[in-house]
């Protein structure tokens, strides 16, 4: 049995599954979330561990396994935040997050110290956007010069947990790839960035912990971990990666071809590729798979947040935004959101705010309110499509994250992007994509290896009730509504969707 842990935004879920890819059991713990008015966006890595372990109990619970059954974890976590930590390895103070844009000033200035955006992109194959972890050690040092003093590890959210986990500080290039100091062409750390915030002290360099290989073992459970989990000591604990890395696994996107877009806290899409796949302009992140490979993504910042927010807001629950999908037609007669609520990341408006145009007495319904903010994210992530696949038409899209549960908004993007819509039955694609990798290492390790594209054409499989076909007439509709949201794009922020 192997286990994936995937620590997102709103919560951390757990998943067994067994070699033929049969789930075991499942679990789930909500987080909190600390918001404040200025972008920042902050989590206790405590809080982190506390959900690990409640998800991982309840999956074992439910599985009525033995704990001493699971062989192998993989841990994917949302991709960016920071956590720093002490000499003794406690965390310093909460991660500032992937959505946080308070360090969108120290964002601009590291991409302007180093000679501006090309200089970046010659250098190290990326241009930083406000969202990756640099800006957030830069704002550290500025606004909270103490603790960045007592800095002497840095972690991003899936390697601390691997750490509390194994009390091993390593890290794999995935993950690693969206940090800002990180090389995408060599696959390496790049510490010249970490030079410019600590001043060449050497005490950044000093704290970046070790690559592994997307199918090494970080090391077994340490006793207090496999105590707290219910699991034996024996067991290993793979390299992980980023939520987005880990959920192309899971929806076997480890060799080209494949996409795969998540509705999660973010949306995001994303393609592997076996070679870099750079983009000089800034717009595709050129991130690194947790697969051994390259995976080109666009994420943006609002996705559920925006969605869910207005069924809540509403007084609604979420059935509703399914309701509303199917009670309005597309384009929600005129009205476009631009739903920035937090800023964005892509296309890059770190400091916008929300705005809903077209208003009129005839649109003005609940049911169109929230036709057009599903509408204004899914055309944000649609744009990211046809960057990530450099203006080709994808046949398939493997859908995944809390928004592929409506089957009106499957419906949707399959009708706007012309695209069939697949879910694989086991939704959880980070969660899965934990548990494959984990089960891919510990195969190695055994000497009983299986290529990971072999074990996701056994254990990644598709739900076909929930599939949607692309229906033609809906998609001149949405032709025409997404044609509006980019002019009104143009029109209020000066940019091309
Ligand atoms: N049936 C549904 N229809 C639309 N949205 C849904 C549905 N079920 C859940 N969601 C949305 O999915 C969100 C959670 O998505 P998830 O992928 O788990 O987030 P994250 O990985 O960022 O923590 C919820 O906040 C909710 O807005
Ligand atoms: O920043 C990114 C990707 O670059 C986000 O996709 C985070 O990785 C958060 O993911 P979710 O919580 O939405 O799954």
């Excluded at 074992?60 to 001493?68: I, V």
């Excluded at 649609?382 to 009106?408: D, E, H, T, W, Y």
């Excluded at 054409?457 to 929930?466: E, G, H, L, S, Y």
Aim: hydrophobic share 40%; aromatic share 6%; proline share 5%.
């Amino acid at each position: 049995m192997y286990l994936g842990i995937d620590c997102g935004t709103q919560s951390t879920k757990a998943l067994i599954v067994a070699e033929d890819g049969t789930i075991r059991g499942k679990g789930h713990a909500a987080h909190e979330l600390i918001e404040r008015p200025n972008g920042a966006r902050e989590q206790d890595p405590a809080w982190w561990v506390a959900a690990m372990i409640d998800a991982v109990r309840q999956a074992l619970a439910q599985s009525g396994l033995p704990g001493r059954e699971i062989r192998a974890i993989g841990v994917s976590g949302q991709q960016h935040g920071l956590v720093v930590l002490d000499e003794a390895g406690q965390p310093i103070r909460p991660a500032k997050l992937w959505n946080d844009t308070e360090t969108s000033p120290q964002n601009q200035e590291l991409v302007l110290a180093l000679g501006g955006p090309s200089k970046w992109f010659a250098e190290y194959g990326i241009i930083p956007l406000t969202g990756y972890t640099i800006s957030k050690l830069l704002w550290l040092k500025q606004n909270e010069p103490e603790h960045f003093r007592r800095v002497r590890h840095i972690a991003l959210p899936h390697d601390y947990l691997n750490f509390w986990l194994t009390g091993r500080h390593v890290a794999e290039c995935g993950d690693a790839s969206g940090t800002g100091f990180f090389d995408i062409r060599r696959r390496a750390w790049a510490a010249g960035p970490l030079d410019l915030i600590d001043g060449g002290t050497g005490q950044l360099r000093a704290a970046l912990p070790a690559l592994i290989g997307a199918d090494d073992i970080v090391g077994p459970l340490q006793p207090s971990a496999a105590e707290a989990l219910g699991l034996s000591t024996d067991c290993l604990v793979s390299a992980g990666g980023g939520d987005n890395m880990m959920g192309a696994i899971g929806t076997g996107n480890v060799h080209p071809g494949v996409v795969t877009m998540s509705l999660g806290t973010s949306a995001t899409v994303c393609s592997f590729s076996p070679e870099p796949v750079l983009d000089a302009r800034g717009w595709l992140a050129p991130f690194c798979s947790s697969s051994g490979g390259w995976l080109p993504l666009v994420c943006t910042m609002n996705a559920t947040n925006v969605t869910g927010g207005i069924v809540e807001l509403l007084g609604r629950d979420i059935g509703y935004l399914s309701d509303a999908l199917d009670a309005t037609a597309p384009g929600a007669g005129g009205l476009t959101a631009l739903p920035f609520l937090n800023g964005e990341r892509t296309p890059d408006l770190p400091n916008a705010t929300g705005t809903l145009l077209g208003l009129t007495a005839n649109n003005m319904n609940a049911g169109n309110l929230v036709r057009a903010m599903v509408e204004g994210v899914s055309f944000g992530v649609l744009a990211g499509l046809k960057l990530v696949l450099g203006g080709r038409r994808a046949a398939r899209i493997f859908l995944i994250g809390g928004g592929a549960r409506s089957p009106q908004w499957r419906q949707l993007i399959a009708d706007a992007s012309g695209a069939e819509i697949v879910v694989p039955v086991t939704e959880e694609g980070g969660c899965l994509g934990g548990a494959l990798q984990a089960m891919w290492a510990e195969k190695k390790q055994r000497g009983a290896t299986e290529a990971l594209a072999d074990i996701t054409a056994r254990c990644v499989a598709i739900d076909p009730a929930k599939s949607a076909q692309p229906d033609a007439g809906r998609r001149a509709a949405y032709d025409a509504a997404f044609a509006l949201y980019r002019e009104r794009l143009q029109q209020i922020h000066g940019v091309a969707g």
